[in-house]
């Protein structure tokens, strides 16, 4: 297909009149049949890469991701222009209309649905009836041990691949270091990979790290900076409940700005609506988790702030990528006080279940297996029986499998070898709270970095960057004072609309 036939197909169905960098290139490998790894930076539109082959492609582009309201989003957007041949399957859905599409699956072009749902037998062996053209897998980091949100899930989709009769992969990333690159590469055998791999940094994003003494101190800046610069901010947190105490105070002190909070705790219409009314600029300010921003394509984010210290720079990369998608002047504001450290030490060990759990589960499948008995079928009904979290029994469980010892809800027991399944996957929980350590330690390096944070926040991802004169970052002398945040388009919109109403009126 030649480029001016791509550009018209680009302008037919999504109204652009040209690819971003990038889109274009990994199209073209996409529409040739071959495997393709695209390492985009957030903002970039890793999206069109898909979405414009689903409608060129015959067959059925399925699309792996991990969120739910980014796939619920993308497919309104898509119905919205015109695209009706679009579903996400998700564990939200009505019964009875998971059960009609899942009979005409046919009849879409573009399927989402999580790794989750896909291995699931029932729907693995509907889809094994159709013609997959292309397997799609966004947030591709998520199946490296190595990435910054690992999911044992995303292990299985090699063997899935095969049984969808090997389709071409299309694996996508923000934010991937080349050990995470090989992995994902590895672990979905995309043999002949062609690899389109762009920088992440991007010049019209400002840097700057803080300290602060507490949160009584953090919340005095925010409100000062808010006050100031009004412009849409997004403020992210590592906890929910102080997400929603700080949007309460802050909502107290500015009252002219329209403040919310988002984190995955919320119910589902709930986030949905406060996601909705940020989209349409009806909300200026969000106080958010990591659940908030994959997939949001808000251009005008001018501001985002970390109010607790990310727990590694692959997410803090992802996060602050979110602000000047439109490519004007936008500020990354790091906060952090000599407690921080605390919190991201405390979740990395919620994650992960303490070793002598380890030892107690293997003695309580022991005792199942004996008594003749099998785990609960559903998952947390079994995390409750180890007293583990979800996220806990998921490591263990992906463990489990890859050592034979469990199926579905049957135990595999044998004595021989027992206690050393048991060694081993306390070595491999031992191996990745070590990781998670160590990339923390990577954040703290660089929150105390004396030279250039631009240059040091990149410096593992990319060979190298573009050096930016003014408004840098911190430690090269950039602070609020030297910024002037244009108007939005939106607001000029708005403010032409405004403008033009008043001239109407007074000549009337």
Known sequence: ?????????????????????????????????????GILPTGSGKSICYQLPARILPGITVVVSPLISLMMDQVKQLRATGFKEVVALNSFM????????????????????????????????????????????????????????????YLKLDRVKRQLGNPPVLALSATATPEVQQDIV??????????????????????LVQEAADDQAKQAMISEIAAEFHVPILIYFSSRNDAQEVASALAD??????????????????????????????????CCTSAFGMGIDKSDIRLVIHYHLPPQLESFIQEIGRAGRDGRRSVSLLLFSPKDMMLPKSFIQHELPHPKSIFTVFRQLKELFLAGGDLPHKEEETAQLFQLNEIQWRFLRQQLEKHGMIKGNRIFYN??????????????????????????????????????????????FQASYRSVEKQCCSNCGFSFADWDPQPTARQEEASGSWEIKLKELLLS
Not at 257 to 275: K, N, T
Not at 422 to 438: F, N, P
């Open 1 to 37: 297909m030649t480029e001016q036939v791509l550009e018209h197909q680009l302008k037919k169905y999504f109204a652009y009149d040209s690819f971003r960098p990038g889109q274009k290139e990994i199209i073209r490998n996409v529409l040739k049949g071959e495997n393709v790894l």
């Open 94 to 153: 009505d019964p009875a209309e998971r059960k009609r599409v899942m009979n005409h699956l046919d009849a879409y072009k573009l399927i989402y649905i999580s790794p989750e749902l896909l291995q699931k037998a029932k729907i693995l062996d509907s889809f094994k009836k159709q013609i997959i053209s292309l397997l799609t897998v966004d947030e591709a980091h998520c199946i490296s041990q190595w990435g910054h949100e690992f999911r044992p899930d």
């Open 186 to 207: 590895q672990h979905l055998a995309m043999n002949g990979c062609v690899r389109h791999v762009y920088p992440m940094d991007r010049e019209n994003l400002s840097f």
């Open 253 to 286: 002190k500015l009252p002219d700005r329209r403040i919310a909070f988002y984190h995955g705790g919320m119910e589902q219409l709930d986030r949905i609506s406060v996601q909705q009314q940020f989209m349409n600029s009806q909300l200026d300010l969000i």
């Open 415 to 460: 004595e021989a070898g027992w206690d050393d399944h048991c060694q081993a996957i306390k070595r491999q929980r031992d191996e990745r709270e070590w990781l998670k350590e160590s990339k923390l330690r990577e954040m703290l390096e660089w929150i105390q970095e004396k030279g250039c944070l631009r240059r040091n926040l990149y410096k593992n």
